[in-house]
């Protein structure tokens, strides 16, 4: 999809002054908006932003004081999935 949008040319200025693609600014914006108010998981957000690992997406996030969607069920998915690879055998103890 393409969208044309006017801005103030004192924001568009600013954005023009600062290193980098304006369109690609834009994106990250979005993107960060969408994954904030949970519109998009972060699978998603990585996808749109062209990163190849999770990694890449985390420090795109803190570089730009984005959190982590990542609540107390999630907690616990992951020490479930750690149990379960450590039951198997698939994953070393301390």
């Known amino acids: 999809m393409q969208i044309t949008i006017e801005i103030p040319d004192i924001l568009g200025n600013q954005l023009q ?3 980098g693609n304006l369109e690609r600014k834009m994106l990250e914006l979005c993107v960060i908006e969408a994954y904030r108010n949970a519109w998009i998981s972060s699978g998603k957000a990585r996808e749109l ?4 690992t999770r990694l890449e997406l985390d420090a795109f996030f803190k570089q730009r004081a984005v959190d982590l969607n990542y609540d107390l069920s999630d907690l616990k998915k992951d020490l479930d999935t750690l149990e379960t690879l450590q039951s198997e055998g698939n994953l070393a103890t301390p």
């Open 17 to 19: 002054t600062n290193p």
């Open 49 to 52: 932003l062209g990163f190849s």
